[in-house]
């Protein structure tokens, strides 16, 4: 009996034994830029704040900004818990600057059918092949080697190899990285990296932690909406039709005073697009060209061209979205499809939204008395010392006139005078 109150009373103890440990999880796919780079940073500051166990960074990515990537890498090589980069799911990259976060991590991981490397530093809106150029290139890239050697020194990974990546763009797949000390391990799975990490060694500044991970409760942290919109506004395409959506705004408030939501809506968009030139590499030229165009459009519309600014400004058009990034970047390119469908909304946009606008402020005004010049009406009675009655727009009215006037001639008014209209014989002069 005391054997069984025993064994009762253990049970009961473990069910009052502290809860399982907390890991934190994230998710970056696409494009590094200033969005992901606080969210990482963010993230990290809460997870230590909160006490979890550890973070895990599921990241595919083709790379993105220099800068943003710096933020990164310092924040994990900070970090007072450990940081496990997890490159997933199948088919996922740590390109470019991937592969710098990639080694910055406590833990590196990646999933079978991944890649990383290609860290060679891409030029943001340096063009040509001039000296001043190349020599930038040259500290550029010379700055990337020494930051990429100090982080896999750092973290006892194979720093020839991470040399190779930025100056010869080295990539190599998953099972390669491992046997070349680029990872620490290949996990098809969250919960096989759960398994993995379990009591592994994790140095973290002067102390080394073990982890603890087979049976921690995973909490994944979403990116707030704040981020979220800054990251999809920094994509290339969604820039580029912000900046389109922004310009028709303006252009339809200034044709139409008054209509304040079309203007309203083009500020925002222009405002959205400025703060998408500081995370890309924009080619001013793209941008000039593209207002270029629109000029002409414009002045298709009043001026007629039989066709020669609409072909001008179509094709100064489709070269500002082609120029607008710099196009020796991959990920920084505009699909052509994307580019036609705008190019064809936008001559749509000034033919008929424009040219509406143009031709309504052209029209005689449609009340008051300004609208009676030049109309007709009909004379009701015999006009004697040049004064009479017509019949006008439905309605009698006394009428003047130096032409002799019989009943049912048509008459045209020439202008009028208080409720007097001032007319003539319809034939005369």
């Known amino acids: 009996m005391k054997r069984i109150l025993c064994l009762a009373w253990l049970i009961f103890l473990c069910g009052l034994a ?46 993105g900004l220099v800068k943003s990537m710096r933020e990164i890498t310092k924040g994990i090589l900070g970090s007072r818990i450990p940081v496990i980069v997890y490159v997933s799911p199948p088919g996922a990259q740590a390109a470019s600057a991937g592969t710098f976060i990639t080694l910055a991590a406590h833990v590196a991981v990646m999933a079978p059918g991944t890649n990383i490397g290609a860290a060679s530093v891409v030029s943001l809106g340096m063009t040509g092949a001039d000296s001043v150029n190349t020599t930038m290139m040259h500290k550029a890239t010379n700055d990337a080697v020494a930051f990429i050697k100090s982080i896999a020194e750092e973290r006892g990974r194979n720093v020839e190899w991470a040399e190779k990546a930025v100056t010869e763009a080295a990539s190599i797949t998953a099972r390669e990285a491992l046997e070349q000390n680029v990872i620490d391990l290949i996990a098809p799975s969250l919960d096989s990296l759960l398994i993995l990490l ?83 590499p924009v080619n001013y030229a793209g941008i000039l060209l593209i207002l270029l165009a629109i000029i002409l459009f414009v002045l298709e519309i009043k001026i ?31 699909s052509w499809e994307v580019i036609l469908a705008i190019t064809i909304t936008t001559i749509l946009f000034f033919s008929l939204a424009i040219g509406l606008g143009l031709r309504a402020q052209r029209r005689k005004p449609a009340i008051g008395r300004e609208q009676f010049i030049a109309e007709e009406g009909e004379v009701l009675e015999k006009f004697h010392n040049g004064q009479g009655q017509i019949l006008f727009q439905g309605e009698i009215w006394l009428a003047q006139s130096p032409d002799p006037l019989r009943k049912g001639e048509r008459v045209k008014v020439e202008r009028v005078d208080g409720l007097i209209l001032h007319v003539r014989r319809l034939d005369a002069g």
């Open 198 to 280: 379990d009591g592994r060694q994790v140095k973290l500044g002067e102390r080394t932690v073990a982890l603890a991970t087979q049976h921690a409760q995973i909490t994944e942290i979403e990116m707030p909406l704040r981020f979220k919109i800054l990251d999809v506004i920094s994509d290339p395409s969604i820039a580029y039709i912000l900046f389109i959506l922004g310009l028709y705004g303006l252009m339809f408030e200034i044709y139409n005073p008054g209509s304040i939501v079309p203007g309203v809506v083009g500020g925002i968009c222009i405002i959205l697009f400025f703060y998408s030139m500081s995370t890309l």
């Open 304 to 334: 007629p061209s039989y066709g020669v600014l609409t072909i001008g400004g179509t094709i100064s058009f489709v070269l500002g979205s082609v120029m607008l990034y710099d196009s020796s970047v991959p990920f920084m390119k505009i």
């Open 18 to 63: 502290p809860a399982q440990s907390t890991i934190h999880l994230i998710r970056i796919n696409g494009v590094i830029n200033p969005a992901s780079a606080e969210y990482i940073r963010k993230t990290i500051d809460q997870s230590e704040q909160d006490g979890a166990h550890c973070l895990i960074i599921q990241l595919d990515t083709p790379g």
